[in-house]
């Protein structure tokens, strides 16, 4: 284990150094807490300056690793750089100081801001409607399941208890499936990474509710035969809902609406620009054609004319699914996609996607002599490579992760997706500039060579980390973050 290079507060404390100096009251002090309820010794804080406190919150600001700090390439996670202008929209007294309950005529310029999100969205997915409400893509997957459920319900086919998923599929896919009581319904995908439409068709059933696909899928690549797979699945009587999480790749370029999709959620908190990393807070906002529309959770806001001027309130419908979320969704978030969206333009988000393919296509290209590549070809925004080649040497996908750790970059997403062994997956984002991208490939390309010369290297790595390899599994079961004299 290597060295941890920063103190706590408690050891850098110092009997008698105060922070903060008060000057003595002069208004008159408020009555003292009866004796007993008063506390006997000292509080045992640390005693330290204000520039020491500083110093050490800066310090171990960046220990840690963080899109500020480095290039961070975990596949399907989409980590791009947040531009700051969206965080002093989000911060804005307007916004951020909102109480859930004000009324609408206190708030209109709010819900004025959801409405051209919803709007906004609707376009970019080829949609009718959008729900903001879900607080994460999960979320969006299960509102997405029950629309399904109302919609089969509504035309009393309820024998329809089957969604369809390839085996590439995000984990919280059939994990949603589950949760909306509904059965999963597997299948394998072709030799070319997609969907294998002779797989399909055998799936599919009078039981068969719906489908719900990534596209771009897992392995980065686009299912080129979606028009074929939407038709299929709507001519057997279900309905097909695709995984936004990989959207970085299409704004501008395909809208879902248009391939066939029913439902699609938006991960806004990736692809619409809210840092995430470390669990949140997210936002899945969900989009569906028309004769979704009704089921929708409540409530949402409409625009209509009062008196001759725009005028915003919330309304509900009767065959909604109910309400997901105890406010109207995390609205930081939803301001944080608005402002991006405004910010960059139609225009701007059609780059912002040719870039992400550009960026990993480069990417692929400068590094894929050296892993194993499962399925070639033209990648999306994303590309999974395979340590097979090194794991005969030793060394393992995850040694390969730790040792990118060295060279100051976050590791790729490992082991994933499952029909990889060995799995890479690497998205470099449109916010990596080709300086950037190339010192990210030259590391994976000496640690490539390090698995051929020196592997020890890189099974012991990382070697500049504070912390080196722990014991994964102690720090997730027992953890114990508190300061121990």
Request: charged content about 25%; hydrophobic content about 40%; some cysteine.
């Amino acid at each position: 284990m290597n060295t941890i290079v920063e103190p706590t507060i408690f050891e850098l404390s110092s009997p008698g150094r105060k922070g903060v100096s008060l000057p003595k009251t002069d208004v008159p002090e408020p009555e003292r807490l009866p004796s007993q309820f008063e506390r006997k010794g000292g509080l045992d804080w640390p005693e330290a300056a204000e520039i020491d406190v500083m110093r050490h919150f800066v310090r171990i600001s960046v220990l840690n690793h963080h899109i500020e700090k480095g290039i961070y390439p975990l596949g399907s996670c989409t980590m791009k750089y947040n531009p700051k202008v969206n965080e002093q929209a989000a911060r804005l007294p307007g916004f951020a100081e909102i109480h859930p309950e004000a009324s609408e005529e206190d708030v209109q310029g709010a819900l004025k801001l959801m409405h051209e999100l919803a709007g906004f969205l609707a376009e970019i997915g080829g949609v009718d409607a959008v729900t903001l409400q879900p607080s994460a893509g999960a979320q969006g997957e299960l509102v997405g399941l029950l629309l399904m459920r109302a919609h089969h319900g509504e035309r009393k086919d309820r024998k329809r208890n089957q969604i369809i998923i390839p085996d590439s599929a995000h984990g919280t896919n059939p994990a949603s499936v589950t949760t909306a009581g509904f059965e999963t319904v597997q299948i394998a995908s072709g030799s070319d990474g997609r969907v294998s439409l002779e797989k399909l068709k055998e799936a599919l059933s009078e039981r068969t509710a719906g489908m719900m696909l990534t596209n771009p899928n897992t392995l980065g690549l686009f299912e080129r035969n979606i028009l074929d797979i939407c038709r299929f699945v709507h001519e057997a009587g279900g309905l097909m809902y695709m995984d936004g999480a990989n959207l970085n790749a299409l704004m501008g370029i395909v809208k879902p609406g248009d391939l066939g999709f029913d439902i699609v959620h938006f991960n806004l908190h990736k692809t619409f620009s809210t840092p995430h990393g470390g669990g949140g807070p997210g936002a899945g906002a969900v989009g569906v054609k028309k004769f979704l529309e009704p089921y929708l959770p409540n409530p949402r806001v409409e625009k209509i004319d009062k008196k001759g001027k725009d005028w915003y309130r919330f309304t509900e419908s009767k065959k909604s699914i109910g309400r997901v979320h105890s406010a109207f969704g995390n609205f930081g978030v939803l301001v944080r996609a608005y402002t991006y969206i405004r910010t960059l333009g139609a225009e701007g988000l059609s780059e912002v996607s040719e870039n992400a393919i550009l960026n990993a296509n480069y990417l692929f290209a400068r590094i894929k002599d050296y892993y194993d590549v499962p399925y070639p070809g033209f990648c999306q925004h994303e590309f999974v490579l395979s340590g097979n080649r090194q794991k005969a040497k030793g060394v393992r996908t995850m040694d390969i992760a730790k040792r990118l750790l060295d060279f100051g970059v976050h590791a790729p997403t490992a082991y994933f997706p499952l029909i990889v062994p060995e799995a890479l997956m690497i998205e470099p984002t449109e916010t990596e500039s080709r300086e950037s991208v190339d010192y990210l490939a030259d590391a994976f390309i000496q640690i490539a060579k390090e698995a051929e010369t020196d592997p020890e290297k890189v099974k012991k790595a990382p070697h500049t980390t504070p912390v080196g390899r722990l014991d994964e599994v102690k720090a997730a079961r027992d953890l114990d973050i508190a300061f121990h004299k």
